[in-house]
């Protein structure tokens, strides 16, 4: 575990009675027991070595950059948003879990997830094109591509490893990305496949959420504002139970 002071407000964010004691402020309905347990998750990974040494990150830039608070915050909060949009794809798509993986410790579930977090409200993502076309150099792939080989190589950079969707949810994604020769393309060469390997009317269905129309792109923007919302609830929590330990110092201090 890296060696960090983490507040015990922290901890008591994971448990159910603080959450529910905390009114929810925000118009997407948050799942009080599925942020329960991703925050929980995240606090036990976020900071510990063990997980970064899993994606064979330089642990010591890791630690130096963990060494303060609000980049721990930080952290935390993308770990949080990127945990719970994943399980809602999951939830909604519940065959996805089981349908392999496009690369050895890459679940297509994971690719699944990210496009549908960064495709957000793109007017023209043209996913089905490019995966009609086959053609991964071709304009139509590009933004599928982009988003599928984001982070170069991971290892060789961590600067902005937080942010990443494949960090925070499958450290074996990250190894797959990174031990792969021409990331982008074979990469999306690989999705591709896995994609014809779906039954016809579970491609229909990951479609209906990538996909170009109106409807896909409102289904992407509920799960992203009920991820963002999951997010604002921990901070709410993680706020009230500190303003409760500050007045509980206080009447320590008058003996009360």
Same mark, same amino acid.
């Given at each position: ?47 510990? +070595? ?19 608070? +609000? ?90 490893? +937080?942010?990443? +969707? ?91």
């Amino acid at each position: 575990m890296i060696n960090f002071t983490v507040k015990s407000l922290i901890a008591l964010v994971v448990t159910s009675s603080a959450l529910f004691l905390t009114p929810m402020r925000s118009d997407a309905q948050v799942n009080i027991n599925r942020l329960a347990q991703v925050a929980k998750s995240c606090q036990g990974d976020i900071l510990s +070595y063990n997980y970064y040494k899993r994606m064979k990150f330089d642990t010591n830039s890791i630690n130096h950059y963990l060494k303060n608070s +609000y980049n721990q915050e930080q952290a935390i909060r993308y770990c949080i948003y990127s945990r719970y949009h994943y399980s809602l794809v999951l939830t909604k798509y519940t065959w996805l879990d089981s349908t392999g993986e496009i690369l050895p410790g890459y679940p297509g579930s994971v690719v699944a997830g990210s496009l549908a977090s960064v495709f957000g409200s793109s007017d023209k993502t043209s996913i089905l094109d490019c995966i009609a076309n086959q053609d991964v150099s071709s304009q139509e792939c590009s933004q599928t591509g982009s988003i599928i080989g984001s982070g170069a190589y991971f290892r060789d950079s961590v600067q902005n490893w +937080y942010t990443s +969707y494949k960090v925070n949810i499958c450290p074996s994604c990250v190894v797959a990305h990174d031990e792969v020769s021409g990331s982008r393309e074979e990469i999306l060469k690989a999705f591709i496949k896995w994609f014809f390997t779906l039954e016809k009317a579970q491609r229909r269905e990951l479609i209906s959420l990538l996909g170009d129309g109106d409807e896909a792109r409102e289904l992407r923007l509920v799960i992203i504002r009920e991820a963002n919302a999951a997010v604002k609830k921990y901070l709410e929590v993680r706020q009230g139970v500190e303003e409760q330990e500050q007045e509980q110092r206080r009447q320590e201090v008058l003996g009360n």
